[in-house]
């Protein structure tokens, strides 16, 4: 079946300018992760989705950071006021939670961010 | 001190060797433990689970050492295409957050 899938797959946006990145999770899966990874360094944790809840938003590095996720299915990360420190890849990542201690993630192929 | 740290390497290993990575972290309530495997400029895959018992998958053995609090990850009998980034990632029990490393670099050469 399709795997996780995330729009557009390249952003160039100038400094200031708001940013809208999709993630199609795979059919059926409740459970939805957004991860941040800067070059040559390992996953950082931004969100996670139960559903269209997010119980665990500890990762948001800032208020300009905001995610939504609607039907269960598609989630939406915005970055409001680009800043340069946020070129990253964002990767979204989404999992079944049956067993939540060992539920496997599947990544999508990430949006590559570069903020002029 | 980061919550999972690895060896960023790289390891420069030629084919056929065995190779050990090891990945440490620091919260006591962590509960399940993973290897994923990254190629360059692709998304992270998962290699396996580490389960308390020690877990074997063909050439490759995830072991889990909870008194020290480290995951261990060996490759045995190396090919050209086990080159990539490995991230160990960590979750604490009853928690949603996964902790990544930063990854090991694996070359293997002919």
């Known amino acids: 079946g399709a795997g996780v899938s995330q729009s557009p797959s390249n952003k160039v946006t100038e400094k200031g300018k708001d940013v809208e990145l999709r993630c199609d999770p795979i059919s059926g899966h409740t459970a939805l992760y957004w991860y941040r990874q800067r070059l040559g360094q390992g996953l950082e944790f931004l969100i996670y989705f139960q559903g269209n809840s997010a119980p665990d938003k500890s990762g948001l590095p800032s208020d300009r950071f905001s995610a939504e996720r609607t039907g269960e299915s598609v989630s939406t990360l915005t970055i409001q006021r680009t800043q340069q420190e946020d070129s990253a890849v964002y990767l979204c990542?989404?999992?079944?939670?049956?067993?939540?201690?060992?539920?496997?993630?599947?990544f999508g192929p990430g949006t590559r961010l570069t903020v002029l | 001190r980061k919550e999972v740290e690895q060896d960023p390497g790289p390891f420069n290993v030629p084919e056929g060797a065995t190779v050990a990575f090891n990945c440490t972290y620091s919260n006591s309530a962590s509960q399940s433990f993973f290897w994923y495997r990254q190629d360059c400029r692709k998304e992270p895959k998962l290699l396996m689970s580490?389960?308390?018992s020690g877990n074997e998958d063909g050439r490759f053995t995830a072991q889990l050492n909870r008194a020290s609090q480290y995951i261990s990850l060996l490759i045995r009998d190396s090919k050209l295409s086990d080159s990539a980034t490995y991230l160990c990632a960590v979750k604490l029990a009853g928690g949603f957050k996964t902790i990544f490393g930063a990854g090991t670099r694996l070359f293997v050469k002919a």
């Open positions: 990542a989404s999992s079944s939670a049956i067993l939540q201690g060992t539920d496997t993630q599947y």
């Open positions: 580490v389960y308390s």
